[in-house]
């Protein structure tokens, strides 16, 4: 009932930077939160920025804080993540997710997300 279609990923050297994009489908729900999970080959998913209901909210990960900008566009119903500045160690599949139950919206811990986008590749070269 809720889809994510994520894109933007690409390959770039490190300093370069990208623009991920991630129109969510069919949620009716007024309240909410949407965020960028990137997981590397042969590790953990993390949470790399998360943006609450009407973007007055946000939450980066200290790796990527300074760095990278996440935002909505209401009129669009799309996320994005700027990513500025990019390193090696960003190189990750990028999912987006979508999920509305307060034990997700107001933990940052919280990763299982009830609605999750296929996923961007970023890969950032030396």
């Known amino acids: 009932q809720v889809q994510l279609l994520e894109s933007g990923g690409g390959s770039v050297q490190a300093g370069g930077l990208l623009r991920l994009s991630c129109p969510v489908f069919?949620?009716?729900?007024?309240?909410?939160?949407m965020g960028w999970f990137p997981q590397a080959p042969g590790k953990e998913r993390e949470g790399a920025a998360i943006i609450y209901t009407g973007g007055g909210s946000t939450y980066y990960a200290d790796s990527v804080k300074g760095r990278f900008t996440i935002s909505q566009d209401n009129a669009k119903n799309t996320l994005y993540l700027q990513m500025n500045s990019l390193k090696p160690e960003d190189t990750a599949q990028y999912y987006c997710?979508?999920?509305?139950?307060?034990?997700?919206?107001?933990?940052?811990?919280?990763?299982?997300?009830?609605?999750w986008g296929q996923g961007t590749q970023v890969t950032v070269s030396s």
């Open positions: 069919g949620y009716p729900y007024i309240t909410y939160c």
């Open positions: 997710a979508f999920d509305y139950r307060p034990r997700a919206c107001s933990d940052p811990g919280v990763y299982d997300y009830t609605y």
